[in-house]
């Protein structure tokens, strides 16, 4: 079992452009949990996600950002037109079910935007 | 804010010592959590505690709960130089899809 996988790990992007997250649970994990994390801060939590439904995203702000997990494939976060407040490193968190007994964390992305 | 508070911030120990720290949150729990960060990596998971269990055992580690005052505690027995990264706690609260995590203590263990 590869644990939960990120990718890339490191992403640089100029502001404006987009920015594409990927996060594959572990096998049989249908729950997944995106969450930022800025320099010297702790875990902000973004969204919650099941497979193809998107169950809390209070924590996503209201513009650029969005998630998706598709029935088949990684789930996705997507920032689009990146400014350099968006530099952070997003972590991608699944379980086998609603309860947070068993998180297993991805090893992240880190995005820098310049 | 529902988020845990890790008490102290910063903690730099000798090899040998025991470590400490606190958490506090504010609103009744479903369970808290304890996870380790080593500089650049992701989180750990290293411990879960329930809201009806008062203290918890693993290995070096000891999580004591006391949900009167709402507050949390990780100690560390006989620490290694390994065991240097950033703890976190993290609570989950009732009707709510997400851990709240503090800010994190960095700890740093001195060979």
């Known amino acids: 079992n590869a644990g939960v996988m990120q990718n890339p790990r490191h992403l640089v992007r100029r502001r404006g452009q987009e920015a594409r997250l990927r996060c594959s649970p572990m096998?049989?994990?249908?729950?997944v949990y995106w969450y930022r994390q800025l320099p010297e801060e702790g875990l902000k939590f973004m969204v919650y996600l099941q497979k193809e439904n998107i169950i809390d995203e209070s924590g996503m702000p209201k513009e650029r950002f969005s998630a998706e997990f598709p029935k088949e494939g990684p789930s996705i976060l997507r920032i689009q037109q990146v400014v350099r407040g968006d530099s952070a490193a997003y972590f991608c968190a699944s379980s086998p079910d609603r309860d947070s007994y068993g998180y297993t964390f991805g090893s992240g992305t880190r995005l820098t935007v310049v | 804010s529902q988020q845990g508070e890790e008490d102290p911030q910063a903690l730099s120990i000798q090899e040998g010592e025991n470590a400490t720290m606190n958490c506090s949150y504010k609103t009744s729990i479903n369970n808290l959590q304890w996870y380790r960060q080593n500089s650049g990596r992701g989180l750990v998971h290293l411990i879960l505690?329930?809201?009806?269990?008062r203290e918890k055992h693993s290995g070096r580690l000891r999580v004591t709960l006391d949900t009167s005052k709402k507050s949390s505690s990780l100690l560390i027995t006989a620490s290694r130089a390994a065991d240097t990264a950033s703890y976190f706690c993290a609570t989950d609260h009732y009707g709510n899809n997400r851990l709240a995590f503090g800010k994190g203590n960095q700890v740093v263990v001195i060979p």
């Open positions: 505690i329930r809201s009806n269990e």
């Open positions: 096998k049989g994990h249908s729950h």
